[in-house]
């Protein structure tokens, strides 16, 4: 994920939320759709965001990142293992794993389906 949607997503969080009371699936939504004002955003060469959004599957919010990539495979453990490594070494990112859990979803340009994969808190430790 790039450095902008990071910043914008957290940004739009802290201004938002309180770290004490946790996020709610509303400010959830809105995180959500304030991304959504800058999609589709470029990731890297082959990967674009094309939306996001939020469900409610467990305790917390769950927020999803719908990419698009060029690709025919994805190798989704590799993948998993790179996502882990950049929220969890980031202190603000690993903070906003606190509040949400995040999925990644992954599709080719024709609307294939390549793969999904999921971060929470307790992966950082």
């Not at 914008?8 to 009371?21: D, E, K, P, Q, R």
């Not at 589709?40 to 409610?56: E, G, V």
């Not at 993948?79 to 859990?101: F, G, H, P, T, Y």
Request: hydrophobic share 30%.
């Amino acid at each position: 994920m790039n450095k902008e949607l990071i910043l914008i997503t957290l940004l739009f969080f802290l201004n938002y939320s309180s770290l004490a009371h946790g996020m709610t699936f509303k400010m959830c939504q809105k995180v959500s759709s304030e991304l959504n004002k800058k999609t589709p955003m470029q990731i890297n060469q082959d990967t674009y965001l094309n939306n996001t959004n939020c469900t409610s599957e467990n305790k917390k919010p769950t927020l999803n990142y719908y990419n698009i990539t060029e690709f025919t495979y994805i190798d989704i453990k590799s993948s998993n293992k790179m996502q882990k490594n950049i929220w969890c070494s980031n202190r603000a990112q690993k903070k906003l794993l606190k509040e949400v859990d995040v999925k990644y979803h992954y599709y080719t340009e024709k609307g294939d389906f390549l793969g999904m994969t999921f971060l929470n808190y307790s992966m950082c430790r």
